[in-house]
């Protein structure tokens, strides 16, 4: 359960400057995703721990070998209070989590939407006040549509994560909602544009996570919804000019 019970726990870019004081303990839902799996190669390297919640003990391997420590929870059979004593301590929550391309409608839900709700959840019963969520593009554009039979899992796929964007607007966490275009596994350019609303586009997973990693260190990023694509602007500036106030 990636981009797109028991606990076992068996080229770098240059982010934004840090505005945290020591290592950070972030945990990541969707943790086998690419984007995690990116992230938290990107946090150990720098010396941050990264946990990547997986449902797969399979993929634990994977994790580690990315630097991450991998911890088994499957959140669509999970309650918060489980999920909260794996958040005690934890500096971030980011749910990269997705039921994947050929999950289909009732898994677009479970994982995206209530995926996102049951973090959220667990952040508050744990203390975990910030929250950065991997969103999607062109999420708007169901809030009042009604899914086609062509279209119908894509549709229910988005309203899943705009209605997950909006249980997190009514939290007091502070949250971030990154909404990234279409993803590519190309290597990161290092190079996006950021903003409020941008014009459709793609961007490498590499530079989603380069992104990700810039706006947990910025605290400025509470409470902003950003959409991300490729572009030329180096990822450091970019964070930068979209956290400023105004």
């Known amino acids: 359960m990636g981009d797109a019970g028991g606990l076992i726990r068996p080229r770098r870019q240059s982010p934004a400057p840090r505005r945290n004081v020591g290592a950070m303990r972030i945990v990541i839902a ?17 010396g941050d721990t990264a946990v990547g919640l997986i449902r797969d003990p399979g993929q634990s391997a994977d994790l580690t070998a990315a630097g991450l420590e991998p911890v088994v929870l499957d959140l669509e059979g999970a309650d918060a209070e489980t999920v909260a004593k794996v958040l005690v301590g934890a500096d971030a929550a980011v ?36 929250f950065v969520q991997i969103s999607a593009m062109g999420v708007e554009s169901v809030r009042d549509v009604e899914a086609s039979a062509d279209d119908e899992v894509f549709t229910v796929y988005l309203r899943a994560k705009l209605q997950a964007e909006d249980d ?59 959409e991300l694509v490729g572009g030329d602007v180096p990822v450091a500036e970019a964070v930068a000019a979209a956290v400023q106030p105004g």
Not at 30 to 36: L, M
Not at 178 to 197: I, K, M, Y
């Open 30 to 46: 969707g943790g086998h995703g690419k984007i995690a799996l990116l992230l938290g190669r990107l946090l150990a390297e720098r």
């Open 168 to 226: 997190l607007r009514r939290r007091s966490l502070a949250w971030t909602v990154l909404r990234p275009g279409g993803l590519t596994d190309d290597p990161a350019a290092d190079r996006v544009t950021l903003a409020p609303s941008v014009e459709p586009g793609r961007v490498p997973r590499a530079d989603v996570a380069a992104v990700t990693l810039a706006l947990l260190d910025d605290p400025r990023s509470a409470g902003l919804v950003l």
């Open 95 to 130: 749910f990269a989590a997705g039921a994947g391309p050929n999950s289909g409608a009732a898994r677009k839900d479970t994982v995206d939407r209530a995926g996102s709700v049951l973090l959220a959840d667990a952040c508050e019963q744990a203390g975990v006040g910030r």
